[in-house]
T-cell receptor, first 114, second 113 residues
Framework: DAGVIQSPRHEVTEMGQEVTLRCKPI?????LFWYRQTMMRGLELLIY????????DSGMPEDRFSAKMPNASFSTLKIQPSEPRDSAVYFC????????????FGPGTRLTVL | AQSVTQPDIHITVSEGASLELRCNYS??????LFWYVQSPGQGLQLLLK??????LVQGIKGFEAEFKRSQSSFNLRKPSVHWSDAAEYFC???????????FGAGTRLAVHP
């Protein structure tokens, strides 16, 4: 199994640009989670999906952030427009429903907004 | 409210010394407990988990953890630390619905040669 796949691994962009982060969960996993990690705030849960449906997006910091899961094998996290304070490492994790089950994390996308 | 506390932000040990990382949780029901490790530049990797049964659980890389319900604790231990164990360690409790987890703030471990 390839594990959770995230792309790109690194992204550098300028303030005001649109950024799209991508995630492919482990095949057969029903739940998908997006996290943000910074030195100041640690690991924050942004949003999670179950069977492609968003369950809780209360962790999304602002309307500039949006996430979609059009099918069971793909999810995106979009920031539009991006700001320097969005610089962080963004992780995607997936889990098999019918738990309890652990979450499996991807390698993360390091985003730098200049 | 559900929460996880890792009292130690940074810990430094000498290679070969024993290690104990503390984790305390607040959870209304029987908790499911996890320890994850994050090496620099990497994602989080599961070390071990407790769902039920024997309160002493074994994990990968020679780690173990003990669930103590009376103390609401799930401390991580290793008898002899290796330099490659230098990383950040996260304790988590769940499940919330759909396997949502509550993570602690993490403990950063440094290993001196």
């Amino acid at each position: 199994d390839a594990g959770v796949i995230q792309s790109p691994r690194h992204e550098v962009t300028e303030m005001g640009q649109e950024v799209t982060l991508r995630c492919k969960p482990i095949s057969g996993h029903n739940s998908l989670f997006w996290y943000r990690q910074t030195m100041m705030r640690g690991l924050e849960l942004l949003i999670y999906f179950n069977n492609n449906v968003p369950i809780d997006d209360s962790g999304m910091p602002e309307d500039r952030f949006s996430a979609k899961m059009p099918n069971a094998s793909f999810s995106t996290l979009k920031i539009q427009p991006s700001e320097p304070r969005d610089s962080a490492v963004y992780f995607c994790a997936s889990s098999q429903a019918g738990g309890p089950n652990e979450q499996f994390f991807g390698p993360g996308t390091r985003l730098t907004v200049l | 409210a559900q929460s996880v506390t890792q009292p130690d932000i940074h810990i430094t040990v000498s290679e070969g010394a024993s290690l104990e990382l503390r984790c305390n949780y607040s959870y209304g029901a029987t908790p499911y407990l996890f320890w994850y490790v994050q090496s620099p530049g990497q994602g989080l990797q599961l070390l071990l988990k407790y769902f039920s049964g024997d309160t002493l659980v074994q994990g990968i890389k020679g780690f173990e953890a003990e669930f103590k319900r009376s103390q609401s604790s799930f401390n991580l231990r290793k008898p002899s630390v290796h330099w490659s164990d230098a990383a950040e360690y996260f304790c988590a409790v769940g499940p919330g619905g759909y396997n949502k987890l509550i993570f602690g703030a993490g403990t950063r471990l440094a290993v001196h040669p």
